[in-house]
Every structure is written in structure tokens, then in C-alpha cells.
């Protein structure tokens, strides 16, 4: 196990290697980079964190081939399309992650937008309960999921409660909120990033990299407590949470 100023030192040493312009072209990020309205770069992000895991030119390609079959407007697409629209996506497969799967989160989706206020709204509102990252994601899962889903979809959405780490949503978090004149999406147009020096250390610091800091055991679904990231629980972390006033 890491002592608290090797932990640190490590997270400090990895946003130097990941958190550069350079990274953009190997990394999922590019996926919601490439749009400017708000609705369609956390819709893009959160379809296309679901699916990375494995080789990152798979998930991008498949990420890209998912954003061209909602005709690269995720957010007008799902606005204006009912499921007799989505038979051209029936061949998608990413790993285990099938069309079954991927209509049914078209369809939560849906449903979040038009009866929640959208993901950013799901996620502050879940957020507000205590102010913890593990409010937000356990409270998303729930909303996610309010509509029934078969065993094998909801495997596909981590839920914190049971212990998960929640990799992919705290990486989808970590798209949402990041401005730091390197990697950002468009600070204007997505999540705020002044949400405390707490949260960038928990995510910001720690998942920055897709797929090379699986193992670090510091991440905000499941992470260790230290001087400089203090939890007694999974999630567990203090923070103040401050949407763009944009968005």
C-alpha cells in the first residue's frame, strides 16, 4: 500500500504524463470533445465512458460509430427518435456492451431529460443529499434505473453502494468538470470545474488517464483515506460542488 505522500506523489507524477494536449488523440475524450452544445457533449460523453474499457482505438472507434448512427446530434437524436428509429443501431456491439444494452440507455436517457431536467440535474441533485460524489453517483444509479432493466443493463451502470469503484462514471465526472487549459472539453458549455480542491484530488488527479490507472486505489467510488483525500467510507468526500452558470 502506498503511504499518503507516495500516493500523492504518484497522482501528481501521472496528471504530468496524461494531462496534455497530446493525449486527446488516443483518448476517448475526444468523443464529446467534438461537439459545443451542452446537451449533446454529456450525452456523447456519458455513451461513450460507458463503453471504455478494453483498447482505447476500439473504444474510439466504436464511440465514433455510435455518435455517426445518432447522426453526430446525440442530444436532437434522442429528442426527436422513438425505438422504431433505432434499427440501424441494432448490429452495435462493444465487448459485452450489445444493442440490447445500448436501446435501453437511449431509452433512460430519454427518460432523464425529458423527466428529470438531464444528467447534470440527476447528478447535482443526487449530489446535494450530504455533498459527497458517492450521493451523486448512488442517486443517478437509482434514477437510471427507475424504469425496469434487465440484470445484464444494469451491470453496465457501477453502483457505489455495493462497492464498485465507478471508474467510467467517475471518468465521465472527471470529463464533465475538467478546465485546466489542457485536456478541458469547453468550460462554457460543460460541467464547471470549480468544485473544490477535494474533488480535483479525488478525480480530477486520479482518472485523468482512461485506461493506464485502473489499479490505483484512489479513485472517489472506492478510494483509500489520506491526509490529502479524506473519506471513512467509499465515495465519501467533502467537497463544494458548483455548476457552470451556462449550463
Not at 459545443?36 to 455513451?47: C, P, Q, T, W
Not at 443517478?140 to 453496465?156: C, D, G, L
Not at 469547453?186 to 480535483?200: E, K, V
Request: proline fraction near 4%; charge should be positive; hydrophobic fraction near 35%.
Amino acid at each position: 500500500m502506498y503511504s499518503n505522500d507516495e500516493l500523492f506523489s504518484l497522482l501528481e507524477e501521472k496528471v504530468k504524463q496524461y494531462n496534455h494536449p497530446g493525449f486527446i488523440e488516443t483518448d476517448p475524450i475526444q468523443i464529446p470533445r467534438q461537439f459545443s452544445n451542452k446537451e449533446n457533449i454529456e450525452i456523447a460523453g456519458f455513451l461513450s465512458a460507458t463503453i471504455a474499457w478494453g483498447q482505447r482505438p476500439t473504444i474510439i472507434k466504436n464511440a465514433n460509430r455510435l455518435m455517426q448512427g445518432m447522426d453526430n446530434n446525440p442530444a436532437g437524436f434522442l429528442k426527436n427518435s422513438t425505438e422504431t428509429d433505432w434499427s440501424h443501431l441494432s448490429g452495435f456491439k462493444h465487448r459485452t456492451f450489445n444493442s440490447s444494452d445500448l436501446f435501453f440507455n437511449i431509452f433512460f436517457i430519454q427518460h432523464i431529460y425529458k423527466n428529470h431536467g438531464g444528467l447534470e440535474q440527476v447528478f447535482t441533485t443526487g449530489f446535494q443529499t450530504d455533498e459527497t460524489i458517492f450521493s451523486a453517483l448512488a442517486y443517478f444509479r437509482t434514477v437510471f434505473f427507475e424504469i425496469n432493466s434487465p440484470p445484464r443493463t444494469q451491470k453496465h451502470v457501477s453502483d457505489v453502494t455495493r462497492n464498485s469503484s465507478a471508474k467510467r462514471l467517475n471518468m465521465f465526472l472527471r470529463w464533465m468538470v475538467r478546465n485546466d487549459n489542457a485536456v478541458e472539453i469547453n468550460p462554457q458549455l460543460s460541467f464547471d470545474a470549480s468544485i473544490g480542491r477535494s474533488y480535483r484530488k479525488c478525480i480530477a488527479r486520479t482518472w485523468a488517464p482512461t485506461t493506464h490507472t485502473k489499479r490505483l486505489e484512489s479513485s472517489c467510488g472506492n478510494h483509500r483515506s489520506t491526509e490529502k483525500i479524506r473519506s471513512s467510507r467509499p465515495g465519501k468526500v467533502r467537497l463544494r460542488f458548483v455548476w457552470n452558470g451556462n449550463i
